[in-house]
């Protein structure tokens, strides 16, 4: 057993801590701000292969393993929880199921120009009607045997990257009767007829993320777009929120790691009754608390990076994962705020934003509930 | 074309801490990092590269540890890497350093040398020049700007204190680069990736055999006196004149106040 990165995770690290300090850090406070999509940081992304990490060499990426890849998350975090969650829903949501569940043809016909960045990916399986309940899908495909195409009518919600993303994972009922074992994935086009994206979402947090409805009307696919096979959707669909959920833990691991070191750095500065306040024990216990539960956080989410790279099940060490790093994140967080005092509030440092930014590492990609109903499953067997 | 840059890792200076009761340099857990203008050398190199296409060989004198600084090189965009590593060269000021660096790159085909002005530990900004003498090549130092159309000469800017020269040089030779030159890329990712498992060369004494009199600590010449941290330099004043007769009235002039003649 050994606890210690590789020199090539070390390595990796410290590109992406150069990266994120200079060409992400210095527009975070601003694309929250003005809730902008950091489109220029994608292209910086690009020249650097950020968009294929864990994926293998022959479809473009960099054929790295999957701790590279939540590093990359984890750092871009650290300084922007926006950056960090485009990259998390590209590489977890948007390509990892045409990776697992594609037949060699799709592989080959999308992969290469997702890897580069030039197409980014999204995933719909919210609805209005359904969110953690997936088996209420109101979005139907219909195939049409005269074309041999699916005809596709419905809208999803809150999708991350919408509008910047080309390529989509959509989720579609088939077979209303069958329940979850109706539901079937497809790979939409963002070009395709009848296929639009609604406007951006206002949020509380991660404001510079592209969070939109999808809108399909009779979007006609061909045969050959359908992922995995008619009826495999539900299980399309969890598999890959398995992995996407070492994106999200990796994004709130990050948050709280980068609120704890400003925290540090300022409380080293901040006097009050005539010493800094780092020099009071309260300061000091809540900050030893805090890096504890860091640390656990990150045991916890490189544990589950490394069963998922050496193929072993992972489903619930994710859920652990992301239910504990978000918990403690927004922990951290808040922590963090109530150590900066007033300034802590104001929206001239980087704290209040990772707290808000860490909120919704609680709720999306399966709620902290539904994190509890996998791991209390799985004990319970 | 062939490209070799030269490139020296050293103390991330930005991160040293200073010692506040023995005054000195807390050196302990600073991490390495590629020199400054070295770096904007092998950025220049690696600008060649995707315009013209370039083989490029990075080189370093140093101990084993600044395999780490090769490889950063070679996640960069590089093609090759030697590390000139002996326990024979230790020791060694600038002149053995140039005369070892010159015993390896010997052994090199090499259409430009390219090596950074100055390194942040030393601030010599001696070796580059000095390889370049050993060699016999023709050297431009304190380049800031480099321009190559693909034909045979290189368009250089060259800074000096008051403004840059414009200057054209031949192949092959060797340029010392400022880090203002340029801003370096990142590692690329997919280098990176499988740098760890990349070749580094080691180039020994007996690997490039130079003159055992003239490296190490026998080959250094200098010797430190102390050191101490310099005074601030005024800036130069410019003079405008019409033509040079008045120009070297001003000089003269401005002489006769000084007394220096």
Same mark, same amino acid.
């Given at each position: ?210 969070? !939109?409805?999808? #809108?399909?009307?009779? $979007?006609?696919?061909? &045969?050959?777009? @359908?992922? %995995?096979?008619? *009826? ?92 504990? !790093?978000?918990? #403690?994140?927004?922990? $951290?967080?808040?922590? &963090?705020?109530? @150590?900066? %005092?007033?300034? *802590? ?37 | ?261």
């Amino acid at each position: 057993m050994d606890f210690n990165l590789s020199e090539t995770h070390l390595l990796f690290q410290q590109m992406v801590r150069d990266f994120a300090e200079n060409e992400v850090k210095p527009i975070a406070h601003e694309i929250d701000e003005e809730e902008r999509f950091p489109i220029e940081t994608v292209e910086k992304m690009r020249k650097c292969g950020f968009f294929g990490i864990n994926v293998p060499k022959q479809y473009g990426g960099a054929g790295g393993d999957q701790l590279l890849y939540t590093i990359a998350v984890e750092e871009l975090a650290k300084v922007c929880g926006t950056t960090s969650i485009m990259l998390s829903a590209h590489t977890s949501l948007g390509m990892a199921p045409i990776l697992e569940f594609g037949t060699e043809e799709q592989k080959m016909r999308y992969l290469p120009r997702m890897t580069t960045g030039e197409w980014l990916g999204g995933f719909g399986l919210t609805e209005a009607a359904a969110g953690t309940d997936a088996a209420g899908q109101q979005t139907v495909a219909i195939f049409d045997e005269t074309t041999n195409e699916w005809i596709i009518n419905g809208s999803k919600l809150f999708i991350t990257n919408a509008g910047q993303a080309h390529i989509y994972i959509i989720f579609a009922m088939t077979d209303k009767s069958k329940g979850t074992k109706g539901i079937t994935a497809f790979i939409i086009e963002a070009d395709r007829k009848g296929f639009s994206v609604g406007p951006k979402e206002k949020k509380m947090g991660i404001r510079g993320s592209a969070t !939109a409805e999808l #809108i399909m009307q009779n $979007v006609r696919i061909p &045969a050959e777009n @359908l992922l %995995g096979k008619e *009826g495999m959707g539900f299980k399309v669909a969890m598999m890959t929120l398995d992995g996407g959920r070492i994106g999200v833990a990796a994004q709130a691991l990050g948050l709280a790691s980068g609120a704890l070191e400003s925290t540090i750095d300022y409380v080293k500065g901040r006097k009050q009754f005539g010493r800094s306040i780092a020099q009071f024990q309260n300061t000091q216990f809540q900050l030893a608390d805090m890096h504890t539960k860091v640390e656990a956080a990150r045991l916890l989410l490189y544990r589950a990076s490394m069963r998922k790279q050496a193929k072993l099940p992972y489903s619930t060490d994710a859920a652990m994962a992301k239910l504990f !790093a978000s918990e #403690i994140s927004m922990e $951290v967080t808040t922590k &963090a705020v109530q @150590l900066y %005092g007033g300034y *802590g509030y104001s929206r001239e440092y980087p704290v209040e934003r990772m707290m808000r930014d860490a909120k919704i590492t609680e709720i999306y990609e399966g709620t902290s509930e539904v994190q509890r109903m996998v791991i209390s499953g799985a004990i319970l067997r | 074309m062939d490209i070799t840059v030269l490139v020296k890792q050293v103390p991330n200076t930005a991160e040293i801490r200073i010692d506040p009761v023995k005054n000195t340099l807390i050196r302990d857990g600073v991490p390495s990092i590629i020199n400054p203008d070295d770096k904007a050398g092998l950025e220049e190199a690696l600008k060649l590269k995707d315009q013209f296409g370039a083989t490029i060989t990075v080189v370093s004198m140093g101990p084993p540890q600044a395999q780490l600084a090769l490889r950063e090189a070679l996640a960069m965009g590089a093609d090759r890497a030697i590390l000139v590593s002996d326990r024979k060269f230790g020791g060694a000021d600038t002149l053995a350093t140039s005369t070892t660096l010159v015993a390896a790159l010997k052994q090199l085909k090499s259409d430009l040398i390219i090596a950074g002005r100055q390194a942040i530990d030393g601030d010599t900004a001696q070796v580059g020049p000095q390889v370049a003498e050993m060699l016999d090549i023709p050297q431009v130092s304190y380049v800031q700007k480099l321009h190559y159309d693909g034909k045979q000469t290189l368009q250089i800017q060259r800074l000096v204190e008051d403004g840059y020269y414009e200057l054209e040089v031949d192949f092959p030779c060797l340029i010392t680069v400022l880090a203002e030159a340029n801003k370096p890329r990142y590692m690329h990712i997919h280098n990176l990736v499988d740098v760890f498992s990349r070749e580094i060369e080691i180039w020994d004494f007996e690997r490039i055999k130079p003159d055992v009199n003239q490296i190490g600590l026998t080959g250094s010449p200098t010797k430190v006196k102390k050191s101490y941290t310099k005074g601030v330099k005024q800036s130069g004043k410019i003079v405008e004149a019409a033509n040079a007769e008045e120009a070297a009235e001003a000089i003269v002039t401005k002489l006769q106040e000084l007394f220096m003649i």
